[in-house]
Nanobody, 121 residues
Framework: QVQLVESGGGLVQPGGSLRLSCAAS????????MGWYRQAPGKQRELVAG???????NYAGSVKGRFTISRDNAKNMLYLQMNSLKPEDTAVYYC???????????????WGQGTQVTVSS
C-alpha cells in the first residue's frame, strides 16, 4: 500500500507565497508521473502542474510563470512552489502519483487527502 500525504497549505494574502509538499511512502519500486491538482468549491478537479520521472514539467495556463513543480526522486517527495497567489487559486490541492508497486510490479494511481489553500485579504 502507498500513502501520499500533503502539507504546507494555509491562508495567505493575495500576492503571497506558499510551498506545498507531498510525501509518498509504502511499498514503492519507483514513481513515474506526479502532479498537483486542485478543486475549488462547485468546480471540477483540475490539473495544476505535472512532472515526469525525468523532470519534464507541464503547467495549467492559469499558473504558468507563478507556480513551480519539482520532485526529489530519492526521497519520494513532490513540491509545488506557489508565488504571486491570487484569490482564484483558492482550492483544495491534491497530490497525485503513478507508482510502480514493489510487490507486484504493476502501476497504480494514488491520491493524497488534500490540503486547503485560501488566498484572501
Amino acid at each position: 500500500q502507498v500513502q501520499l500525504v500533503e502539507s504546507g497549505g494555509g491562508l495567505v494574502q493575495p500576492g503571497g507565497s506558499l510551498r506545498l509538499s507531498c510525501a509518498a511512502s509504502g511499498t514503492i519500486f519507483s514513481i513515474s508521473g506526479m502532479g498537483w491538482y486542485r478543486q475549488a468549491p462547485g468546480k471540477q478537479r483540475e490539473l495544476v502542474a505535472g512532472i515526469n520521472s525525468g523532470g519534464v514539467t507541464n503547467y495549467a495556463g492559469s499558473v504558468k510563470g507563478r507556480f513551480t513543480i519539482s520532485r526529489d526522486n530519492a526521497k519520494n517527495m513532490l513540491y509545488l512552489q506557489m508565488n504571486s497567489l491570487k484569490p482564484e487559486d483558492t482550492a483544495v490541492y491534491y497530490c497525485n502519483a503513478v507508482v510502480l508497486s514493489g510487490i507486484d510490479m504493476n502501476e497504480y494511481e494514488y491520491w493524497g487527502q488534500g490540503t486547503q489553500v485560501t488566498v484572501s485579504s
